[in-house]
Nanobody, 117 residues
Framework: QVQLVESGGGSVQAGGSLRLSCVVSGNPSCLYTNSWYRQAPGKGREFVSAIDSIDASYADSVKGRFIISRNNARNNVHLQMNSLKVEDTATYYC????????????WGQGTQVTVSS
């Protein structure tokens, strides 16, 4: 059974930094990408960043401020968030997406990030 557990959320002032982590346990039995999404109160879940064996991608709203990384075993994924803004306040979710074998997707439970002015 695949499980994703996020950590590292918290409260920070605007301009500060946080580092989110996502630990993947279990064997997805597929090739997969890791990504981060976020959901602010009253809004839909939105893409933040993704990483695969070739490249990393970012939403325009976080480009240049956030950095995604993962270890070689692909079971630890991090999101370094710098120059945080009030509008970055949201619950951040880690996601694993299989690119073969049926395209299964797995989500973590989320970690709260609150940025104050």
């Amino acid at each position: 059974q695949v499980q994703l557990v996020e950590s590292g959320g918290g409260s920070v002032q605007a301009g500060g930094s946080l580092r989110l982590s996502c630990v993947v346990s279990g064997n997805p039995s597929c090739l997969y990408t890791n990504s981060w999404y976020r959901q602010a109160p009253g809004k839909g879940r939105e893409f933040v960043s993704a990483i695969d064996s070739i490249d990393a991608s970012y939403a325009d709203s976080v480009k240049g401020r956030f950095i995604i990384s993962r270890n070689n075993a692909r079971n630890n994924v991090h999101l370094q968030m710098n120059s945080l803004k009030v509008e970055d306040t949201a619950t951040y979710y880690c996601k694993l997406s299989c690119v073969n074998g049926g395209g299964a997707q797995f989500w973590g439970q989320g970690t709260q990030v609150t940025v104050s002015s």
